[in-house]
Structure formats: C-alpha cells, structure tokens
C-alpha cells in the first residue's frame, strides 16, 4: 500500500526534473524547429486543410491543420533541419442537406477538394528547414492551368 505512494512521488519528480530541463534544450534532441506559414489557393487563403512534411531522406515527419489560411507546428513537434516534400489538402465544407431531408434519402454530392494532385499525392514542392531559421514557409496554389 505505501509503495503505490512512493510509485506517485517519484513520478511526480521524474516529470518536474524533465519539464525543468525542456528550457535548456535538451528535451529536443533532434533538434526540431517550428515551423510556420500560410497557405492560399486562388489567391485567397485556404480556409481549412491539413499540410505534411515528409523527409527526403528518412527520419521525422510532421504537419499541422491549417485554419484561414494559416498552419503552425510548435519546436517539439516540429522537424529537424533537413529537405521535405510537402504535401496539402483542403476540406471542403460538406454540401448542406436540402429541406425536407430524411435519414436514409440520398446524401448530396460532397464538394470536390480544389487542391490539385500536384499538391499532394502527386506533390514534388519541397522545402528546407535549417539550422538557423526562420523556418517560415509560405504556399501559393493556383487551380488553373497555365
């Protein structure tokens, strides 16, 4: 019975001894930096979507939602120095249900996401964190062919 509260102090301890070194930097040890930017699509920023940073040459990914046009990744779950590919989708606000809908009727046609395949599953846009920063990306998507 008294071991289960020495079990909670010590607990207690180890995580105070961690959150105290998270301001030296040594709870980072891949050095991960924040990353940051926006995102527009026809000039307009994208209003809501998801952006994912996958490395070129293996390790850590990551990505953020992004919400009016902005995405955010905090430094301890951000990337270490290196290139990735990235990759963006958009979410589309489901389509309203027209008057009179009934559980069971057919659904409406779900909008198509406007982010084009060159963005994503097709995606060669790339970017560098390094080691000095700012790591700030910004991304221009444009639908229409040129």
């Known amino acids: 019975m008294g071991m289960g509260i020495h079990r909670g102090w010590w607990i207690v301890l180890l995580s105070t001894a961690l959150w105290a070194q998270a301001g030296c930097g040594s709870s980072n040890p ?11 699509l026809d000039g307009v920023p994208l209003a809501s979507g998801s952006i994912e940073f996958t490395p070129l040459g293996g390790g850590v990914s990551s990505g953020a939602v992004i919400e009016s046009g902005k995405y955010e990744i905090p430094a301890e779950s951000g ?3 290196g290139k990735y590919r990235v990759s963006i989708v958009d979410n589309p606000p489901a389509a309203p249900l027209p008057p009179g809908h009934m559980p069971g009727d057919d ?30 990306f910004d991304f221009s998507i444009s639908t229409k062919s040129r």
Do not use: D, F, Y
């Not at 891949?30 to 527009?40: D, E």
């Not at 046609?109 to 390094?130: A, F, L």
């Open 30 to 40: 891949l050095g991960r930096k924040a990353i940051s930017g926006t995102v527009t």
């Open 79 to 81: 990337l270490p120095p």
């Open 107 to 136: 659904l409406p046609p779900q909008p198509k996401p406007r982010v084009p395949p060159s963005w994503n599953q097709n995606s060669t846009h790339e970017i560098e964190v390094t080691q000095q920063g700012p790591n700030r």
